[in-house]
């Protein structure tokens, strides 16, 4: 069993940045593959960002250039950097981690961009 545990989410300015972090527990982190995903109010979870066991990243098309996900396996920990934030960013942000195919998440933090 993983847990994960969020931190760093907040209010921020409108163009602001952001770092939200995930620690988990456990001894399979290094061959894990890690995601964070975010779910707005009526909308549907999405992906945001995703890194691979072997550090091969992707992105959604509407944070890229502006967010970036990077992983310390020596602290069981995965980041995320969100720079020039946006309205649309507003959103509960989880943490995923997928350890030979099986699914943990994060309870979720929050991060609200004021107007």
């Known amino acids: 069993q993983v847990q994960l545990v969020e931190s760093g989410g907040d209010l921020v300015q409108a163009g602001g940045s952001l770092s939200l972090s995930c620690a988990a527990s456990g001894s399979s982190f290094s061959i894990s593959d890690l995601g964070w995903y975010r779910q707005a109010p009526g909308k549907q979870r999405e992906l945001v960002a995703a890194?691979?066991?072997?550090?091969?990243?992707n992105y959604a098309d509407s944070v890229k250039g502006r967010f970036i996900i990077f992983r310390d396996n020596a602290k069981n920990t995965v980041y995320l950097q969100m720079n020039n934030l946006k309205p649309e960013d507003t959103a509960v942000y989880y943490c995923?981690?997928?350890?030979?195919?099986?699914?943990?998440w994060g309870q979720g933090t929050q991060v609200t961009e004021m107007p």
């Open positions: 890194i691979s066991r072997g550090g091969r990243t």
């Open positions: 995923n981690v997928n350890t030979f195919a099986v699914d943990y």
